[in-house]
Every structure is written in structure tokens, then in C-alpha cells.
């Protein structure tokens, strides 16, 4: 067997993000030096957290499923199982000012909006996609074809097309089945059976407590984390490394993860040699989503279920969950805590209005959906605004997948839009960053 000595590099990780900090901490407990260079204020990504009533809370609703191995094995890993939080979930789908229980068999059979023969035949559709796992016939083929198809117009123009609407805007008529194949699954075996709830995880103490133990068991391995830390190029140099540009500095490093979207990515690579125009093309083909997401809090509680669907076009958000619906409101000082999200284009004017205006029109959209809402229990509101939140997964989307080792020597990537036909979850933000750091390794001469 052919021996090799050990190689000690120097690792910079674009962007702190989970994909990022579980690719500094795998990489780092082989020995290398690992520095994470993240541009905003706080490591987390969309994980990312703030403080509320003396605790943490995600600036997005976050939540792991049964079925999430990677990020449960991780957990464990630090020794923080105890602290994930097991709860049964409750689904309901809003329309014509009412909620209907949604998501198991027994809240299907009587949902009323559709009639009954439509009720069986979406159950036996989603029952399938539940239990299929051949999803490649379905990447070139539109969701919104497939479901009319299947589930019938009169289920797709009322049950699938506000959802695709709401989750991709104008796109909705271009995205892949399989990327509706990919959520309908993953929720369908977070169930311990068809008859059941499903279970969703959390943290006593929000994701905070995840990314708190995963980037001290980094920094116990040496890992160095800097914050504002705004990349501006990536060049090869003549030493055969890479040369990253800071706004404040220029450091030379034997490799460099990118864990930024693809067409972030692009600008940083674009004017190396060994990068093409076509290169370049491709980072930047995939299309991106911004999210808005108000989140306050009350002393009224308002919904019976943890997450709700909403159908109704006439209101500015997508999805409407309360989260103390899964964690009880103890933890959060006795207060209810509420998100109202949607997806938009970066050009939407939630992105350039001032953040009191949006709060406002977010707020009498909860008022519509609930009449008996008392604006006089709000006591806090938080309005988060994201730019490249959700990418756009066409029918052509796997043309688009960029590689994970770039044309750049050393350069490597990953994000969220190469996990096709998944979509986005802290348990593929795992998964990838241990995939990334293994794909790093992988061409070194090391010891095992």
C-alpha cells in the first residue's frame, strides 16, 4: 500500500453559514487551518438568529424533520441531543377567511373546499409521491402540468398553483416536478405512518444552540472565524495557491471553499484566466428569490396549527406559522411568537420600502386572516429581508447545476443550488459541508 505523509493546509471558508461551519469543523479536525471569512455581522447564514425575551429565535422558521440523518448524527456528535425538542406538527390551509386542518388522511377526507372525489384522488397522488422514489422521470416535466394531470385543474388551480405562485412568482410554471416531488416526500417520511402527525425537531434554545456548539468545537480545533469579512476577488497565483481579497487585506491559501450562491460566486472568480465566459454563464443561469419575513410577537394566540398554508392571494404572505404552536411560549417569556413569510422578486417593493410600511401591511394582512386579532397584544415585530433566498428550480434546472470544484485551482462550491431536486434545510447544509470538506481531501496525500 502506497504510504503518504501527512499535508497541513491553509483553508478559507467563504461564508459562515451551517455548510460552511460543518465543512470548517470536518476539515479541521484532520489538522488544517481553517479560516471562515463571513461578510455580515454574525455567523449562522439563514440559521442565523437574534435575541428574544432571553432567548434566541431564528430570523427564519426553522425545523428538522425525522428523517434529517445528518444533521441528528451531527447533534449527537457534539453531545447536544438533549437539547433538540421532538414535538408532533399540525398543518391547516387558509381560504375564504377560514383555516382547514390539513396533512393527515382523516383532515383531508373532510376538507370541504374540494369536492369529495377530488379529496380522494389528491390523497392516492400525494400518497405515491410519498412512497416513490424515482423521481428522474419527473426532472423536465412542470409541476403545474404533472399535478393537473394527476390530481386534476379543479385540485391543481386550487390547492397547487397558490402554492407554486407564493413560493416562485412568476416562475411557477416552470419548475421541475421533481423539486415538488423532492418536499412532498421529505414530509411524507417524517410520519411514523400515514395516520399520523408528523413530528417536527427544534432546539430548547433555538438553532442558536446548534451553531453555539458547533463553532466552539471548530474554534476548539483551531478554527479562526472573522466576521465583516466581505470577500472581493478570488485569483490563482504564481505559488500555485489562491489569493483572497478582503476589503481590508490579501492572504494567499492552498484551498478555498465557497459556500455563497452561484451567482455571488461568479463575481468573485470572473477576470481569473482560467475562468470562461461560459463558466460564468452558468453561475449566473439559475434565477434567485428574495424572502420577507415579519416575525412578532403577542399575548393572543391565534391559530390552532403550527404551520398554515395560505391560498388566498389577496394576502402578502405565503405561509403563516405559529411557532409556539410546536415550543411552548414559556420559552419565550409567556409571549406568542409568529412568522409571516412570502418569496418575491428582488425588483418587489417590500425590498425598497421602509421596514414600518411592510410591518403595517403584513400586520392587516393578519388582521384579514384573523378577525378576532388584537393589534393592542403585539408587543414586538422584527421584519427580515433576504436577497438570494430561494433559487428557481426549472425544468431545465439540471443543465444549470455548477460543478463543485470550480475552473479555478483550489476553488471549490457549495450552496443550496446544487442539491437538486432538494431544496433548502439545515439538513443538507450538513450534509454538504461534510460532502465539500470530503471532496477537498479527497485529492490529498494523506494519512489513512
Known sequence: MRAFLKVHMKIAVIGGGITGLTAAYELSKLGHSVDILEASDQIGG?????????????????????????????????????????????????????????????????????????????????FYLQKTSRWSRFIHVPAAEWMTRWCGKSVFEHLWKPLLIGKFHHFYNRVSMAWLWARIHTRGRSKTNIFAKEKLGYFQGGFAVLIDNLSKAAKKNGVTMHTHASVRSLRANDEGKVQVQTESDSTAYDRVIATIPSSVFAKLIDGDSHVSEKDIELLRSIDYLGAVCFVFTSTQSLAEQYWTNVLDAGLPFLVFVQHTRLIDPSMYGGEHVYYAGTYLPHDHSFFIQSEDHVCRIMLEGVQKMFPHFDTSAVRQTFLFRLKNAQHVVDTDYVRKIPPSLSRLPGVYLANFSQIFPEDRGTNFAVREGRKIAALVLNGLPVNG
Open 46 to 126: 439563514l440559521a442565523a438568529g437574534f435575541p428574544l425575551n432571553g432567548t434566541s429565535l431564528e430570523k427564519t422558521y426553522h425545523h428538522i424533520f425525522l428523517t434529517d440523518r445528518d444533521i441528528i448524527d451531527l447533534v449527537k456528535e457534539l453531545g447536544i441531543e438533549a437539547t433538540l425538542l421532538w414535538r408532533p406538527s399540525s398543518i391547516g390551509c387558509y381560504e375564504n377567511g377560514k383555516i382547514y386542518p390539513f396533512g393527515t388522511v382523516t383532515s383531508l377526507l373532510s376538507y370541504s373546499p374540494l369536492l369529495f372525489l377530488s379529496r380522494i384522488r389528491l390523497g392516492i397522488v400525494t
